[in-house]
């Protein structure tokens, strides 16, 4: 495979009305490397330290499972739960 299709690009816009936007822009304007040398560190960096997280969470769920009684509800059990417990009368809905 010759070197030029091992490249690809992407295109990245800010919205620098939006505070996180702004923020990433400013910050790439300031940094002396290629902006796509430290574009791909930090989404290197933000998978490893997100994986790294879910395996903690995991280990942390195991450990406590045989203390704490741990409801295995789904987010959307959870949501109808929560959404039956509303009056929404009351909010005016």
């Given amino acids: 495979m010759s070197e030029k299709n091992n490249v690809k690009t992407i295109c990245i816009r800010f919205n620098l009305s939006k505070p996180l936007h702004r ?25 490893d330290n997100h994986e790294r997280d879910e395996r903690l969470t995991q280990k942390i769920i195991s450990a406590l499972s045989g203390v704490v009684n ?24």
């Avoid at 741990?70 to 809905?93: A, C, N, R």
Wanted: aromatic share 10%; hydrophobic share 35%.
């Fill in 23 to 47: 923020k990433a822009y400013d910050f790439l304007k300031m940094q002396s490397e290629s902006k796509s040398a430290v574009v791909i560190k930090s989404v290197a960096d933000y998978s």
């Fill in 70 to 93: 741990i409801p295995t509800t789904s987010e959307k059990q959870m949501e109808e739960s929560i959404s039956s417990e509303i009056d929404f009368d009351f909010l005016g809905g």
